[in-house]
């Protein structure tokens, strides 16, 4: 099914444009000799972006007291995690923003499941003391991007077959009808962008309980988040209340992957993350 994936991604120029200037960022963040000057550089290229990334290390979120008043305030008093984190974020609102009939996802919805799962495996990630965790952060946030792909063609194969929107199995569905499904396809748009294997493999493996998946960590705690960020409900009228439900994490407990420190901290981690997402809410006006 990966030829089946990269057939998708071959034209992905025509249905879901990448900004060159957010490609840049993506790719040159996660390049192992990133250059935090030059990547400055290339995002101050861009008065929307540098808004957004100074909007957001001001916020709640990283706890700064002292205002941050540009890209290179971010790297000499955040780091460079922070740098690469700020910006990928910034970066990526645009692709997931949009739409997607085919999976009931009106606008912004793929951006706050993504976001919300791209802080979660960051927190879990760093319990766990895995090595990359911005590699972790950006994978959970591209983790759907194969849904942006399959939007189109899956509305209109489901209308030519006439399929039963009731049918609960999406990623069955996708590949019923597709011959592929949205993690494959994130993989191959991903490898396409030049991304790294650290943030390429867990996307591709986000649905994925094989050997493949249970000897990658990075993969496991993006599954994992995903999952999780399932089973957590946001009320974002004027309550912003969170709820987490317990019962239904016992439930399937036993077919998710273990992390480690994840269920002594499980308590702690979810806390950590409903406060920083409510914080980060404001930001991007999720």
């Not at 439930?251 to 308590?267: A, C, D, G, I, Q």
Request: charged fraction near 25%; charge should be negative; hydrophobic fraction near 45%.
């Amino acid at each position: 099914m990966i030829d089946v994936a990269a057939e998708y991604v071959r034209d992905v120029e025509k249905i879901a444009p990448c900004p060159e200037l957010a490609l840049d960022v993506l790719s040159m963040a996660h390049a192992p000799d990133c250059s935090i000057p030059k990547l400055s550089e290339k995002i101050e290229q861009d008065p929307g972006l540098t808004a957004n990334m100074l909007q957001m290390a001001n916020s709640a979120y990283f706890g700064h007291m002292k205002k941050i008043t540009s890209v290179k305030d971010i790297i000499v008093r955040m780091g460079v995690d922070a740098v690469k984190i700020i910006s990928i974020t910034s970066a990526s609102v645009g692709l997931l923003r949009s739409p997607q009939a085919a999976y009931a996802l009106g606008r912004g919805e793929l951006w706050r499941h993504s976001f919300a799962v791209a802080i979660l495996a960051n927190i879990i990630a760093r319990y766990a003391k895995a090595r990359d965790t911005a590699a972790i952060y950006t994978a959970g946030l591209l983790h759907d991007m194969g849904k942006v792909i399959l939007d189109r063609p899956l509305q209109l194969e489901s209308y030519n077959r006439d399929e039963n929107d009731g049918q609960a199995d999406l990623l069955a569905v996708e590949r019923s009808l597709l011959h592929t499904d949205h993690a494959e396809v994130g993989m191959a748009l991903l490898e396409k962008w030049g991304l790294p294997e650290a943030v390429c493999v867990p996307v591709g493996l986000h649905h994925d309980r094989t050997p493949a998946q249970s000897k990658r960590l990075e993969a496991k705690i993006i599954y994992l988040a995903n999952h999780l960020v399932h089973l957590t409900e946001y009320d974002a009228g004027s309550s912003g209340d969170f709820f987490f439900d317990v019962l239904a994490y016992e439930s399937m407990k036993e077919e998710l992957p273990e992390v480690p420190n994840f269920e002594k901290n499980m308590r702690l981690i979810i806390e950590e993350f409903v406060d920083k997402y409510r914080e980060s809410a404001a930001v991007f006006n999720l």
